[in-house]
């Protein structure tokens, strides 16, 4: 907000001062509207018809009035030839009228005030780069200072020089003067003409002061807003570096290879897709379901805990063959190695075997019964 204050303030000093600018002109209607000062004669004995308007400006003056010719301007320059013809009673004979001439005056002010003009120009462009938090930097705010502070100082020279230089060195400053018919000065008392002088600022003089008023205000806006810490802390400024800068060819190859990337992941995932939905459609023989696939891994679960309930019947078919034998063996010790019949321990032996290898085939045949189709595993 305040940055844009200054903003409007300096528009409007540039304004200001550009008008005071035509108080360098010589042309009568311009001078009597941008004068600097306006000095008004008149006559109290009524030997001037009308009053006289003198139009105090940086380069002449312009008088206005019958006696000296209305709508007349001439360069201060010529202003002591004015002086010795009939001027006297306008121009102070006993000060230095030559001293608003451009060797003193007029070309130091008129100088000072197009410097100070032209300055306004960059610090507009300076001012929009402080709105953003990305180009306010350093540079700019004191550039802006720099600036500011020298069309203060030019606009102060003009005013000043106008006030010391010229306007009270060359022209009456006491309020009334006798003169003569030729215009010397007299005493009251021998007067043919009794001259009041009346002194106002003009329009120029206003427009300057006003100018210099604000682009003080558009000073003080700028030096009052600091710039962000980044522009003046040294840690920071090695964090902004390390996080916003990038080589400009490794950020083309990195956007080249993300956008390949996606498009070739875009691809695959159209291609699975649509060879998905054409296997399911066309029946082909390789076309996995997943709903499929997650039951055949349910019926491997299963086949799994068979194969160990078999391990385990198999373990206790070598229990009970061991225990077999270790009765054979007893009954063989107690009968001489033969049996009630008169068998060998070796046939009943076999007999064992025969009955064990039936139970072992029933419990084969079971197995078999119940997985007559072999199992196969699922085709992803």
């Not at 010589?26 to 004669?41: G, H, I, R």
């Not at 008149?42 to 019958?66: Q, S, W």
């Not at 003193?104 to 002010?109: D, G, L, P």
């Amino acid at each position: 907000m305040c940055l844009h204050l200054g903003f409007v303030a300096n528009l409007i000093a540039m304004i200001c001062t550009a008008y005071s600018c035509l108080s360098i002109s010589l042309d009568y209607f311009l001078l009597s509207k941008s004068s600097m000062e306006v000095v008004t004669a008149t006559d109290v004995n009524g030997k001037l018809p009308n009053h006289v308007h003198l139009f105090l400006g940086l380069r002449g003056v312009a008088f206005d009035g019958d006696d000296v010719g209305e709508g007349f301007a001439f360069d201060y320059d010529d202003l002591c030839e004015f002086a010795a013809g009939s001027g006297n009673i306008f121009v102070d004979a006993e000060k230095d009228c030559e001293s608003c001439s451009s060797g003193y005056f007029s070309m130091n002010a008129v100088i000072s005030l197009m410097i100070a003009v032209t300055l306004f120009f960059p610090t507009f462009f300076s001012q929009q780069l402080r709105m953003y938090s990305g180009y306010d930097v350093n540079c700019v705010k004191n550039f802006l200072t720099l600036i500011g502070f020298c069309i203060v100082l030019l606009n102060l020279n003009v005013m000043l020089a106008y006030f010391y230089l010229c306007s009270k060195e060359s022209f009456y400053e006491t309020p009334q003067m006798a003169f003569d018919g030729k215009g010397n000065v007299v005493s009251v008392n021998d007067a043919f003409y009794l001259i009041e002088y009346e002194w106002k600022y003009g329009w120029g003089l206003y427009a300057l002061m006003a100018g210099t008023g604000f682009k003080v205000l558009d000073l003080l806006c700028n030096i009052a807003i600091p710039t962000p810490t980044v522009t003046r802390v040294q840690r920071e400024q090695e964090v902004y570096e390390t996080l916003v800068y990038i080589d400009p060819e490794d950020a083309v190859n990195a956007s080249r290879n993300v956008s390949g990337s996606t498009s070739s992941n875009e691809d695959n995932n159209s291609t699975t897709n649509s060879n998905y939905m054409r296997g399911g459609a066309n029946g082909d023989e390789n076309f996995v379901d997943e709903d499929e696939v997650d039951e055949d891994e349910v019926d491997d679960d299963e086949v799994d805990d068979d194969e160990v309930d078999d391990e385990d019947e198999d373990q206790d078919v070598v229990d009970n063959d061991e225990e077999l034998e270790e009765e054979e063996v007893e009954y063989n010790d107690e009968d001489g190695g033969e049996s009630a019949d008169g068998e060998s321990y070796d046939e009943s032996y076999d007999e064992v075997d025969e009955l064990v290898d039936e139970e072992s085939d029933e419990s084969a045949g079971e197995e078999e019964v119940e997985y007559d189709e072999p199992y196969q595993q699922p085709t992803k």
